[in-house]
Structures are given as C-alpha cells and as structure tokens.
C-alpha cells in the first residue's frame, strides 16, 4: 500500500469508527448535539463524548439522518472491518 493510499485508509478508518460508535450511542450523539449552542460546540461535544479526534466528530455532526438504518450501519461497520484489516497488514 503506497503512502497516500495508506495515509488515506488511515483517515478513512479514524471516520469510520467514530461514526460506528455514535451510531451505537445514537440517542447522547443526538443529545449533545441538540444541547450545543452552535455547530462548533456540537463537534466539541461529541468528540469528547466518544472519545475520537475533530476528524471523526466532524463526520458524525455532518452524517445524514439515513445513516442510522441497519442496513448503512451494516455498510459503516463492513467498510471499518476491511480497513483494519488492510491497515494491518500494512504494519505486518
């Protein structure tokens, strides 16, 4: 795997997992963000909530309301699964 193409996975892995775990603690995501004053304060929020980075809180505050069905949930968590396993391959 190239360094941009790694660098890439990297980031995209950071994202998805921060959206897997908000869609696991949908109801305080939501809470959060509803109690924020501004967009700002939600990224705060829910990056310190679930513990991820402004990256993976940025994609959660921007995640569209369809992403909360099973079957994008399903999608979320298949594409987080075949990054970490490409990611750590690339460590092998």
Not at 40 to 53: D, M, P, Q, R, S
């Amino acid at each position: 795997m190239a360094d941009n193409d790694h660098d890439f996975a990297a980031s995209r892995r950071e994202i998805t997992d921060a959206l897997l775990a908000a869609l696991d603690r949908r109801h305080e995501v939501l809470d959060v963000i509803v109690d924020a004053e501004h967009r700002g304060a939600a990224v705060e929020a829910v990056a310190a909530l679930l513990g991820t980075t402004h990256l993976g809180a940025e994609a959660v505050v921007q995640m569209p309301m369809y992403r909360l069905t099973k079957d994008s949930r399903r999608k979320i968590a298949a594409e987080l699964e075949d990054l970490n396993s490409r990611l750590t391959f690339t460590l092998m």
